[in-house]
């Protein structure tokens, strides 16, 4: 498969959501979580599974646990996105968006059942998050004044 083919499927999947993140990637999430990762220009593809598949798929060529911790939670990254056949391909891209859905809230779940695109906080870099609430302190400290002692 291509970045584009799964691009393409990924975006074919109910409520699905893209989010240039971290520069070079491309998320596909659903519900506000991400589902599958692709490398913008790049050849590589994170994908979460169950347990089982994960044990699987890690013994094959090409195909190796994910980094930055997201091994813990059975995710797996291909190594060229032809380590699989297209079907097969298909089949965890799927696999992938029925596990993250089923992980939401009822609530969220509903809402998509409904057709209807759930309100998620845009994700921020923490260096900006920390930047916006610095800013913010700063401009309470200059709307407040002078206060005045009591004797």
Sequence with gaps: MTNDAIREFCMSLPMTTEEVQ??????FKI???????????GHRCNLKTTPEKYA????????????????????????????????????LLTES??????????????????????KVKKWV?????????AVKKKSVKLTKGPTLKKK
């Design 125 to 133: 870099p923490k260096a900006k998050r920390e930047r916006n609430v």
């Design 31 to 41: 519900g506000g979580k991400m589902f599958a990762i692709i490398q913008l220009g």
């Design 22 to 27: 971290w520069e070079e990637h491309l998320l």
């Design 56 to 91: 699987e798929l890690v013994e094959l060529a090409d195909i190796a646990p994910s980094s930055h911790n997201m091994w813990k939670y059975q995710w797996v990254t291909t190594e060229t996105l032809t380590a699989l056949p297209d079907a097969g391909f298909r089949e």
């Design 97 to 118: 968006y029925n596990l993250v859905r089923t992980s939401l809230s009822k609530k969220f779940q509903a809402e998509l059942d409904a057709g209807l695109q759930p």
